[in-house]
């Protein structure tokens, strides 16, 4: 599993340093699993009395990886009502002459600013490499961990990652995302997503492929190293 953790940290990288701190912020404010110091910070609750379910998000308390996957998915579905909790949050405390915590502020101020689409652009990207490549290694590294399967799943993602290097889009990776098989929520954020690259102008797009590029170069790094290391236990 070592593998899928570092293809999600790797990538990760790449992201601006105003979305990781809103990812980590995330996993503060509305992870189901908070260490001690973070339950100050917590929304959850407010999460389920709004929504009537469980909070999706996740910290990385008790989670190895796919938490960078898990919050940019949720993010990009439920960015109006974690809106709303703030909101709702923030009106109360003022009435007890109290103010949101450090970081829940914080969360509240990225997710009103000006620089909130191109974060969620970001957001998306995580979600659209997971789908992509990342999500499909684990797959196979969780049911079978014969070296050949491994390596295979490893040289496939190398592959993918080459199309990217030399100038498969953004838009190209969504567009071949939608005719695969995926969870229904995935499948709903990443219609959403879609909808917010189409608005987007040239600026960001090239911006955004930057940031794909970018990750994409951390990942296949990583990718460049296991699969010699792999291939060993491959040899007759």
Not at 33 to 53: E, V
Not at 55 to 82: A, H, K, M, Q, W
Not at 87 to 92: H, Q, T, V, Y
Not at 118 to 133: A, K, P, S
Request: proline letters at 3%.
């Amino acid at each position: 599993m070592h593998h899928v953790a570092h293809q999600e940290k790797e990538f990760s990288e790449a992201l601006s340093t105003e979305t990781e701190a809103l990812m980590q912020n995330i996993r503060m404010c509305l992870g189901y699993r908070q260490g001690s110091g973070w339950k100050k910070h917590n929304l959850a609750p407010g999460f389920r009395a709004l929504t009537k379910i469980k909070t999706p998000f996740v910290s990385t308390v008790g989670c190895r990886f796919g938490d960078t996957y898990t919050n940019s998915l949720n993010i990009l579905e439920y960015e109006n009502e974690v809106r709303t909790i703030l909101d709702s949050l923030a009106e109360k405390k003022l009435k007890d002459k109290q103010k949101l915590t450090e970081k829940q502020q914080a969360l509240k101020e990225c997710l009103t600013s000006e620089d909130w689409p191109r974060m969620r652009l970001e957001f998306g990207l995580c979600m659209v490499m997971w789908l992509h490549i990342t999500g499909p290694l684990h797959t196979v590294v969780s049911r079978d961990t014969s070296f050949g399967t491994v390596k295979a799943a490893l040289m496939e993602c190398e592959d993918k990652c080459k199309m990217i290097l030399d100038g498969k889009t953004v838009g190209d990776v969504v567009a071949e995302l939608k005719n695969q098989h995926m969870s229904e929520q995935a499948r709903k954020s990443l219609a959403l997503y879609e909808g917010w690259l189409n608005q987007s102008n040239r600026h960001e797009l090239e911006a955004l492929q930057e940031t794909m590029v970018n990750g994409v170069m951390n990942l296949q790094k990583k990718v460049d190293r296991d699969v010699p290391i792999i291939s060993v236990g491959t040899e007759p």
